[in-house]
């Protein structure tokens, strides 16, 4: 056992227990708790002490006692050193002691002895402390969206820092600022619109693509290796050069403020990573079915409708998600084009709200909620096609 | 026979991609090619609007004699900057009623008036009045005259179709002494926001690449910000880093960390002294950069990741043998590895960011040392409503991209021939 591994070990776990708690300690402040202090150098020493203890107990005692006594021990100590704290604030730290402990077990003075331990010993750390911080880094924002839409103005101003959701006002006035966004400010509409420009340009984008996906992955024609290049090319082609051009033109023709407009528009822009995605999976599906289709005396829209279309569903509903996905999120072309209310996609809506006179931010927060919400769920349900969508084509973004 | 075939697949092969290839060329190619047109040309916002002719129709009575009406026609051209040539008017009128008189502009013919109203300059009006009466000596019915409306026609000249061409816009965007500036603030966002997004993606897929509890979830976790919609993300982060009421500054207040509220968005320079040395740090941009890797790590964690898992095991387990270290390990097996992919995804990312609009333009709108050249063409083009140097703008992106793509596309050719 080498004292180096020893001091390492004390010093990385330590470390890990006491950002784990400072996490803990900023959730409990969000919930309006005053508490101002993280106590860095008593808990890193005492974090210490207790890393050693557990290394001295080893195998001695039961491991389930072992950890329930060292992760008490902890949350004691943490309770004498902060004062007037409610119960379920220290029962926190005692879990996440608890946890702490569960992860060191392993790194008895066997593993301390062993060649590169410190080193093993700080990248598992590293991967944990990873795991932690980049959970937190990034649902922090969405629960802050979260919150922020259940509270009120008055209470925000008081306590900048409280944010706690009472329960016992009832839902009503929960979700006041979600009725408010959807009756005073229009958001059913908005919503409305969104869905049936997103669906839309999954449609128009599909009738289009197929067919030229087949085209490109299976027929012989001039042009067609000029034709795939230049997919990707105009693929890589970004809105904002688009955008003066499309404007002086769309006004000229009359197509601002309009849906039919924009369907245009989003459909042209993801038709190329449509087709490009599409042709790519239509190329992996084997000839001879095809041929056995010709046999049988089918004609091209016959093989594409009977062979084609059933075998690459999965293919079809990736990019189906993937283009509702760039649709639904959109903003530059619905900026431009958009400016009468009536006619408002939900990313639109808001930023109109934000520009617009001093809106409440618990409206702000709840109309965000409302259009990032479905985009979620979508997600996270779909999310086999939705992965498969963005890695082949993740080139836009 | 078997040319026959071909003749027909090569048929079947135009008709099935015509639709996408018409519709894409009318929305982005022809559109790219129109920003160069412009960019030669003094156009603005104002102008875009087509001119017209207009006319309002007032009624009235005239006293003491209900068979006889008079009608003034309003007239005006509605743009403030340009003519219009060779006006006419057409107004409809019910049965039995005729004018008595017609100045030598108009005519009067089976019910229908028809007047050659010649050439209005800008801003242009007059006042047409006609008198006119009942046939049959009966009273005249003022709604039956107002249901019908007047037609004008008219010949302007479209602004953005005429020959006249100026260097003027280049001039103002080279010369501009904001030039230089923008050039820098648009590469050291889109530099350091590629790099931050790789690195971060980096070690995401090397954590997420090791077994552990709730690891698909994390996966999913990582691709939130990504999936998420921009507008909603950057309001989000606006309140989160408000200087007043925002969340961040309050926390590092409470826990003493800093003395007073900083202005992550709206502050441009922070001094810091690093070792006894002032920098001066952009301090906005910098907050910005922050941003747009939390939103684009998890693209590069997803290409990497995939990449991650090819990597045979087997490779692992020697160096395990030869008694390797994590650090040798990830710099001579892992990084190899998936170094072809970082360089792609380093391209890639560097054309997006390069081209990134709307997460600076809803955090800062531009302001405070944030204005990058996507800004810039948003701000001359509608802000301010020069089109033409929103267009010229434009145009420098084009051909900074030109290049990019040129070297990206040598660089995936590389890559092709050493597969």
């Known amino acids: ?397 | 026979m078997s040319s026959k075939l071909a003749k027909i697949e090569k048929r079947t092969a135009y008709l099935l991609i015509l639709p996408s290839v018409l519709l894409v060329f009318s929305i982005i190619l022809f559109p790219i090619f129109s920003n160069i047109w412009i960019s030669f040309k003094n156009v603005e916002l104002k102008d875009l609007r087509i001119p017209e002719p207009r006319a309002k129709k007032l009624v009235k009575s005239i006293k003491d004699n209900p068979t006889q009406i008079k009608i003034i026609y309003k007239l005006r051209n509605s743009s403030l900057t340009q003519e219009i040539t060779n006006v006419k008017f057409k107004d409809k009128y019910p049965d039995n009623i005729e004018p008595i008189s017609l100045n030598n502009k108009c005519q009067f013919k089976s019910n229908l008036l028809k007047c050659e109203l010649g050439n209005w300059p800008k801003k242009y009006r007059e006042n047409l009045e006609i008198v006119f009466q009942n046939t049959n000596n009966q009273e005249i019915s003022k709604k039956e005259l107002k249901s019908y409306k007047p037609k004008l026609s008219g010949k302007s000249q479209n602004i953005l179709l005429t020959y006249e061409f100026t260097l003027n816009n280049f001039k103002k965007v080279i010369k501009d002494k904001a030039f230089i500036d923008l050039l820098s603030t648009t590469f050291y966002y889109t530099f350091f926001g590629t790099i931050g997004a790789i690195v971060f993606g980096i070690l995401a897929a090397q954590m997420v690449n090791q077994k552990f509890f709730g690891r698909t979830f994390m996966r999913s976790v990582l691709l939130f910000p990504y999936v998420a919609p921009v507008v909603a993300l950057a309001y989000t982060w606006e309140l989160l880093l408000d200087p007043t009421s925002g969340t961040l500054n309050n926390l590092l207040i409470n826990y003493q960390i800093i003395d007073g509220p900083i202005n992550l968005l709206g502050q441009k320079y922070v001094t810091l002294n690093i070792l006894g040395f002032d920098f001066k740090l952009r301090l906005a941009l910098t907050t910005v950069i922050i941003f747009e890797i939390w939103r684009y790590f998890p693209l590069a964690f997803l290409f990497i990741l995939a990449r991650l898992q090819a990597v045979p095991k087997e490779l692992y387990e020697a160096a395990d043998v030869d008694g390797a270290n994590p650090i040798q390990k990830f710099l001579n097996i892992t990084l190899p590895q998936i170094l072809a992919v970082i360089s792609i995804l380093f391209m890639i990312r560097f054309i997006w960011n390069f081209n990134k609009f709307e997460d600076i333009f809803l955090l800062t709108g531009g302001a405070s040392g944030t204005r990058t050249l996507p800004i810039n063409v948003y701000q001359q083009g509608f802000s301010i409503g020069d089109i033409g140097m929103g267009s010229a703008v434009s145009i420098v992106i084009v051909v900074f991209l030109l290049i990019f793509m040129f070297i990206y596309f040598k660089l995936l050719g590389k890559r092709a021939d050493e597969n």
């Open chain 1, 1 to 397: 056992m080498k004292i180096k591994n020893i001091f390492t070990y004390c010093f990385i776990s330590s470390l890990f227990l006491f950002s784990l708690i400072c996490i803990w300690k900023i959730l409990v402040t969000l919930q309006g708790i005053e508490l101002t202090n993280f106590n860095f150098n008593k808990l890193f020493i005492f974090g210490i002490i207790l890393c050693a203890i557990n290394l001295l107990i080893g195998k001695k005692l039961n491991l389930n006692i072992k950890l329930i006594l060292l992760a008490l021990l902890f949350s004691i100590f943490d309770y004498f050193i902060s004062t007037n704290l409610p119960i379920w604030y220290s029962f926190g730290i005692f879990l996440i002691s608890l946890f702490f402990f569960n992860n060191i077990k392993d790194y008895d003075k066997n593993f301390l002895s062993k060649n590169h331990s410190s080193q093993k010993l700080f990248f598992n750390f590293l991967t944990l402390f990873g795991i932690t911080l980049f959970s937190f880094v990034i649902l922090f924002p969405f629960y802050m969206m979260l919150v922020t839409s259940f509270k009120t103005q008055a209470l925000l101003l008081l306590n900048p820092l409280d944010f706690s959701i009472n329960f016992a006002q009832g839902l009503p006035a929960l979700f006041k600022s979600y009725f408010i966004v959807f009756k005073d400010y229009n958001f059913g509409r908005y919503m409305l619109t969104s869905t049936i420009v997103s669906l839309g340009t999954v449609i128009i984008t599909l009738i289009f693509a197929i067919p030229a996906a087949y085209a490109v992955a299976r027929l012989n024609f001039f042009g067609k290796n000029f034709l795939s290049t230049s997919i990707l090319i105009i693929y890589l082609f970004p809105a904002i050069v688009l955008v003066i051009p499309l404007y002086t033109i769309f006004s000229q023709l009359g197509l601002r403020n309009s849906i039919e407009g924009l369907l245009i528009v989003y459909t042209a822009t993801t038709l190329p990573v449509a087709i490009y995605m599409l042709q790519g999976y239509f190329k992996s599906i084997p000839k001879e079915l095809e041929e056995a289709g010709i046999i049988d005396g089918q004609n091209w829209l016959g093989i594409i409708f009977k062979i084609i279309l059933p075998l690459s569903l999965p293919a079809i509903s990736s990019v189906a998600l993937y283009v509702f996905m760039i649709a639904w999120n959109e903003f530059l072309f619905s900026l431009m084009f958009l400016d009468r209310p009536n006619t408002f996609t939900l990313s639109r809506a808001i930023q109109f709200l934000n520009v617009g006179a001093e809106t409440p931010r618990q409206y702000l927060m709840a109309g965000s909620v409302v259009v990032t919400l479905p985009i979620l769920i979508i997600f996270v349900y779909f999310e086999k096609y939705l992965v498969s969508g963005l890695t082949a084509g993740s080139v836009k973004g």
